[in-house]
């Protein structure tokens, strides 16, 4: 009974965290091409201290094309599940990961819709967990 009410609210925060960023991260309106958006501003001033993030952050965000990773910069490890199965992220700028040294299971797994990614950021690199980019066709 334990581990289903905890399955329960573990699900019910992956959904709420999911819908918070979604509704954070939407794209500028079309009239602003620039990454200076407010919606891009509002977003990045939120979260200018983040040193840390729970596993499965971000995990299940199919509607999530594309997301600025500037505000996790202070980040060193990739928990596990960090935007798995994000099917519909397209692109993924690395570059404000300088500081990760560590990424757990299942970083990006099952993005099917992911195009390309430069990994050359994550220099600090010593520890990789397995399906890294698994399932990513």
């Known amino acids: 009974l334990n581990s289903l009410i905890l399955s329960i609210v573990s699900y019910i925060t992956r959904s709420l965290l999911c819908l918070f960023f979604f509704l954070m991260i939407r794209r500028p309106p079309r009239s602003t091409l620039s990454s200076s958006s407010a919606a891009s501003d509002v ?6 201290h983040v040193t840390e993030v729970q ?15 500037t505000p996790l910069s202070q980040l060193t490890t990739l928990e596990t599940g960090f935007l798995a ?3 519909g ?14 990424v757990q299971r299942d970083f990006l797994s099952g993005c099917t819709g992911l195009k390309s990614i430069d990994l050359k950021p ?3 690199l010593t520890v ?9 066709t």
Do not use: G
Request: negative net charge; proline residues 4%.
């Open 43 to 48: 977003y990045k001033r939120q979260l200018t």
């Open 55 to 69: 596993p499965c952050f971000l995990k299940r965000c199919t509607e999530l094309t594309q997301i600025d990773l």
């Open 85 to 87: 199965e994000c099917s």
């Open 89 to 102: 992220l397209e692109r993924l700028d690395l570059s404000p990961l300088t500081q990760v040294s560590e």
């Open 122 to 124: 994550l220099s600090k």
């Open 128 to 136: 990789v967990m397995e399906s890294f980019l698994a399932e990513c």
